[in-house]
C-alpha cells in the first residue's frame, strides 16, 4: 500500500508540471501576434515604414542647375526622415543649388531655390562658368547678334572679317608712301653752299613708264588709296552666351543656365550646356528698361578669350551665328576672299566690251517699290 499511495503522488506531480508547462507554453504563443518582444515580430514593422530620400549623386556647386543625372535615392525609416528633407528629385530638378552638395549629402529644402540673389558669396555668373572656362564680354548689334534671338545657354559661332593692307616694312604705313621735294645745294658766288631744302608734298610715290607711241616717260601715281583685301573666317566655333545684355549692378534675381562640360573635350571647344529653358531665361534688367542690348558676355577658353582681346583692340567687325540647339558635331570652314567666291559659285569677271547698257550703274542699289515711297504730306 505504501508503494501504490507513492506512485499516485508522483504521477500527480507529473500531471500538476505538464499542466503548468502547456499553460505557459499557450499564454507565450497568445501573445506573440499582439506585439510581444520577440525580434521575429518586429521586422515586419520596420520594413513597411522605410521612406525613400533624395541625395546628391555628386558633388553640385553651388549655382549650379540641378538635373535629374546628379540626383539618387537612399531609403530610411520613417522616423529619421526630417520634415525638410526631400522626398521626391522632382522636388530638387531645375532648382539652382544655394551652397556647395558634396557627394552622398541629404538635401533639404533649403539647399535649392528657383533663383539666387546676386552679389552674395561672389557674383552669381561667376558659378555659371566652367572649371578652365572663363567669361568676356564682346560688343553686340542687331545685326552681329542674330537680330536679338540670343538667349542664356545658346551655342554660337564667331565670324571676322580682316582688312589686309600692304604695308612698308619700315615706315609701318600704308603703301604708296608719299614723296618729297629734295632741293639740291647752291654755290654761291662767295663759295659758300646752301643746306639742301625739303619740301613735302601730297603726292603719291608712283613709278615711271615710257609710253611706246609717243616715246615720252610719264610718272604714274594712284588714283585713290589702296584698296583693303578682305578674309572672313569662323574663329570660334563653339562658346556659350552666358548674359545678353548689362548685369544688374543691384542684388536682382537672375537665372541663368549652367555650361555643362562633357568628358574629353578638347581644348578650344566650349562645353554642351543642357537645353535652354525659355521660362528660366528672362534677364531682368531687359524687362525693366526694354532697351537693345549693345553687349554680350560669352563663355569661352582662355586663349580664346585673348583672341577676342586682340580683335576688339583692332577694331575688327565680328558677327554671332546661332548654333542649332543640341547640336555638338565639329565645324569646319575655309577662308572666304574674293577669290574663293569667285572660285567657289562659279563667279565669270566679265570682259570688257566696245558697248554697254545705258544708263550708267556704277553700284547696285535694291529697286524702289511703290509701296516703298513715303507719301508727301499735304499743306
Known sequence: MMKIGRLLILLALILILGVLAAFLWLRRMSAAPSGGTGGEAEAPSVSQNMIPVVVAAQPIRRGTRITENMLTE???????????????PKEAIGKL?????????????????????????????????????????IPMTRLSGVAYALRPGDHVAVLATFPFVDVDTDFQSILPNKVAVVAPPQATEE?????????????????SLTDNNLGMPFYVVPSEPQRSRLVSQMLIKDAVVLYVGTFPLSDQQMAIPTPQPEEGQAQGQQP?????????????????????????????????????????????????ALRAGGDTTDISTD??????????????????????????IDTVAPPLLPGDMTPTPMP
Request: proline fraction near 8%.
Open 191 to 207: 663759295g659758300q653752299t646752301i643746306t639742301a631744302g625739303l619740301t613735302p608734298t601730297d603726292a603719291w610715290f608712283g613709278r
Open 74 to 88: 537612399v531609403e530610411l525609416p520613417a522616423d529619421r526622415v526630417l520634415a525638410t528633407q526631400l522626398t521626391d
Open 272 to 320: 554642351q550646356q543642357n537645353q535652354p529653358q525659355p521660362n528660366n531665361q528672362q534677364q531682368p534688367q531687359e524687362a525693366a528698361t526694354n532697351q537693345s542690348p549693345d553687349i554680350i558676355t560669352l563663355v569661352v577658353s582662355p586663349q580664346e578669350a585673348v583672341t577676342l582681346k586682340y580683335l576688339m583692340d583692332r577694331q575688327i567687325v565680328m558677327t554671332l
Open 97 to 137: 543649388a544655394v551652397r556647395d552638395l558634396a557627394q552622398g549629402m541629404f538635401l533639404t529644402k533649403g539647399d535649392i531655390a528657383e533663383h539666387l540673389a546676386a552679389g552674395s558669396e561672389g557674383s552669381l555668373a561667376s558659378l555659371q562658368i566652367p572649371p578652365g572656362y572663363v567669361a568676356i564680354s
Open 335 to 360: 577662308a572666304v576672299t574674293l577669290s574663293y567666291v569667285l572660285d567657289t559659285y562659279g563667279i565669270v569677271v566679265p570682259a570688257k566690251l566696245p558697248y554697254d547698257v545705258a544708263p550708267r
